[in-house]
């Protein structure tokens, strides 16, 4: 490969990084959204008025798949070997930030998910556990905010293993 400086495999690890990101943040998302669906239409036979009180898990569990959608991108704009050198360094830490976010989405999306769907059916029972339903559906999606915050910190340091 004439004109290609930097490691020919390097690039592969990045795109791996940027599908890994995507693909558990989706997992984490689409798990946590049927999971929690179940759970809301479940209630809904019961109490056909809270439905729309109990969609705010379905919506959370929504969000992380954003997350990884932003890693990705942050990642497929860094690989670029054509315009600047692109290294294994670069490489892994793309893999590292999109597996951070990716993992941490499909844990938050798990515990969602499982939150959720107990939670909407302990609501319909009983209102005053919705405040706390609430407070661990903020705690879930923390751990895949903190997921995010990481990756893009790793992300940030492809570029960084040689002054050009």
């Keep these: 490969m004439v004109g290609f400086s930097g490691d ?3 690039p592969f690890f990045g795109f791996l990084g940027a599908a ?9 998302a689409a ?12 209630m809904g036979v019961m109490r056909p008025e809270l439905v729309m009180k109990s969609i705010v ?3 959370m569990a929504g969000v992380l798949g954003i997350y990884g959608l932003i890693i990705a991108v942050i990642i497929s704009t860094g690989i670029n070997p054509k315009a600047k ?4 360094f670069d490489g892994y830490a793309h893999l590292s930030s999109g597996l ?3 993992l941490a989405g499909l844990s938050a999306g798990m515990a969602i998910g499982i ?4 939670g909407v059916r302990a609501n319909a029972q009983q209102p005053k556990l919705f405040v706390g339903m609430i407070l661990i ?3 879930a999606e923390a751990l895949a905010l903190y997921g995010l915050i990481v990756g893009i910190i790793l992300s940030s340091r492809a570029g960084q293993s040689r002054a050009e």
């Design 137 to 139: 559906l903020i705690f």
């Design 20 to 28: 890994a990101a995507l693909v558990f943040s989706c997992m984490g």
């Design 115 to 118: 939150v959720g769907d107990a």
């Design 100 to 102: 951070a976010c990716g």
């Design 85 to 88: 050198s692109y290294y294994l």
């Design 31 to 42: 798990y946590g959204t049927a999971k929690s669906g179940v759970g809301v239409a479940s």
């Design 8 to 10: 020919e495999t390097a």
């Design 57 to 59: 898990p379905v919506v």
